[in-house]
């Protein structure tokens, strides 16, 4: 019986038949997602856009979380934020 390949022993342009948050894909970033809690008006564009499901809403504590266990860094929830509460910034180490 074969083991499942990680995401990392995938080969280039393989494609896989699991969805993103099937995987831990958050060492992939080189940059992380940062949130101003002052400016967040909790639109949940964030968590519509998030291609990687690694943004998500909280109803019952009425807030929005980030699982950066997931997050690839792509940028698209600071480039779609109305109000720019979100910020790139370099992974630390980098």
């Known amino acids: 019986m074969s083991r499942e390949k990680s995401w990392k022993e995938i080969s280039p342009a ?8 099937a995987f ?3 060492d992939w970033k080189t940059f992380t ?9 909790t639109c ?24 950066y266990r ?7 929830c600071a480039k779609e934020c109305p109000t720019k509460a979100i910020t790139m910034k370099l992974e630390k180490g980098e």
């Open 70 to 76: 997931f997050c690839k860094g792509c940028g698209i």
């Open 33 to 41: 997602p940062v949130r101003d809690l002052e400016k967040c008006t």
């Open 44 to 67: 949940l564009l964030c968590v519509i856009y998030c291609p990687d499901g690694a943004i998500r809403f909280r109803s019952e504590a009425g807030k929005i979380e980030f699982d």
């Open 24 to 26: 831990l894909t958050g």
């Open 14 to 21: 393989g494609v896989c038949s699991k969805p993103s948050t």
